[in-house]
């Protein structure tokens, strides 16, 4: 079995819970509430620039052009494309994408990104990898899981979300699947099994940050309500 086959099947469970979560299942049936959508996007802005920050990092970290195109691809990706969804959710909750830019983070999507940044900033890119497949991952199955199951028409409120997310996630997830396989054929079972520690805390934190939009979580002891 590949590397990456062993990962998702470690993984399982916590696939399962997060198509499972009620945000997702919110997402299925079009019936969010304006607050959890406004969080998840002010939340979602601060992680997807970190993600820019930590392929960054990975570039920095790349003995080859192959890999550094990865990388970069995946930047443009982010900057380009993947405000769809977020506008998507902004007019659903009658927003302007621009004021929901700037804002702290909150407990959940805070641990998840240092978590990011510990493992870019120590190790190498199978490390990189592993650390990061589980947002292209989870975000493919659940789109391509909400078009066989809603197969939602342009009336569905987030039917652009679900047609981004069932659709353009194919690439990067099999790149970085690929990827990562053949590294993993000169790793030892030790180093194997950090990859899959790595792998297995960020599936937990993309659960996390379901839960942290659905909740709208903020931290228990709040500051000013001031932009970061
Ligand atoms: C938290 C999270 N994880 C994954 C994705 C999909 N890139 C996202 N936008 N946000």
């Not at 299925?28 to 970190?50: M, W």
């Not at 805390?201 to 228990?220: G, I, N």
Request: proline share 4%; net charge negative; hydrophobic share 40%.
């Amino acid at each position: 079995m590949k590397f990456s086959q062993e990962l998702r099947q470690e993984a399982d469970s916590i696939f399962q819970a997060i198509f499972e979560h009620p945000f997702v299942q919110g997402i299925a049936k079009g019936d969010l509430k304006k607050e959890q959508l406004i969080h998840y996007v002010k939340q979602d802005f601060e992680y997807l620039n970190s993600f820019i920050q930590i392929y960054g990092i990975a570039i920095s970290k790349c003995d080859n052009r192959e890999d550094m195109q990865i990388f970069n691809e995946q930047i443009s990706f982010i900057l380009n494309s993947e405000v769809h969804p977020h506008n998507n959710f902004c007019q659903v909750a009658g927003v302007a994408y621009e004021d929901l830019q700037g804002y702290s983070l909150s407990p959940s999507s805070h641990h998840y990104i240092r978590h990011m940044l510990t493992v870019a900033y120590s190790g190498g890119i199978p490390d990189i990898l592993a650390v990061l497949l589980p947002c292209p991952w989870t975000y493919l199955e659940i789109g391509k899981k909400l078009l066989e199951e809603v197969n939602p028409d342009i009336t569905h409120p987030f039917y652009d979300w679900i047609q981004f997310y069932g659709a353009r996630m194919d690439s990067v997830t099999d790149k970085f699947c690929a990827r990562l396989d053949e590294l993993a054929q000169n790793l030892s079972e030790k180093q194997k099994n950090k990859l899959k520690e790595y792998f297995l805390l960020s599936c937990q934190l993309e659960y996390k940050f379901w839960d942290m939009a659905y909740t709208v979580e903020e931290w228990p002891v709040a500051r000013e309500n001031i932009k970061a």
